[in-house]
């Protein structure tokens, strides 16, 4: 499986207010990423059990260049800015795919 590009982040908010405001800014990052990101076949974020201070993205895209378009985004680069006053601290892991299911067709 050579296409594929994905990421993993692990987000720590600093309190229920900064939750509930990071949850804003994620949703209006999501608008741009669906409205303009073909090469981003993923992008959920997700709450873990019993984390609610805990946010975790899976992102998936087409390949390294759709991540690289992605992160130039202005709806992209607003997040990144924005983010820091909300978060305690964050873990990034980089995904090559090198095997799995791929849907089509959405």
Same mark, same amino acid.
């Given at each position: 499986?050579?296409? #594929?590009?994905?990421?993993? @982040?692990?987000?720590?908010?600093?309190?229920?207010?900064?939750? +509930?405001? %990071?949850? !804003? /800014?994620? $949703?209006?990052?999501?608008?741009?990423?669906?409205?303009?990101?073909? #090469?981003?076949?993923?992008? @959920?974020?997700?709450?873990?059990?019993?984390?609610?201070?805990? +946010?975790? %993205?899976? !992102? /998936?895209? $087409?390949?390294?260049?759709?991540?690289?378009?992605?992160?130039?985004?202005?709806?992209?680069?607003?997040?990144?800015?924005?983010?820091?006053?909300?978060?305690?601290?964050?873990?990034?892991?980089? /995904?090559? $795919?090198?095997?799995?299911?791929?849907?089509?067709?959405?």
């Amino acid at each position: 499986m050579s296409e #594929g590009f994905g990421l993993f @982040v692990r987000f720590a908010l600093n309190d229920q207010e900064a939750a +509930r405001a %990071f949850d !804003e /800014l994620c $949703a209006t990052t999501l608008e741009g990423i669906r409205r303009s990101e073909p #090469g981003t076949l993923t992008y @959920v974020v997700h709450v873990p059990e019993g984390e609610p201070l805990v +946010r975790v %993205f899976y !992102e /998936l895209y $087409a390949d390294r260049a759709a991540f690289d378009a992605h992160e130039a985004q202005p709806h992209t680069q607003y997040f990144l800015a924005e983010r820091e006053q909300y978060l305690a601290g964050v873990e990034v892991t980089f /995904l090559d $795919a090198i095997s799995g299911k791929v849907a089509t067709g959405l």
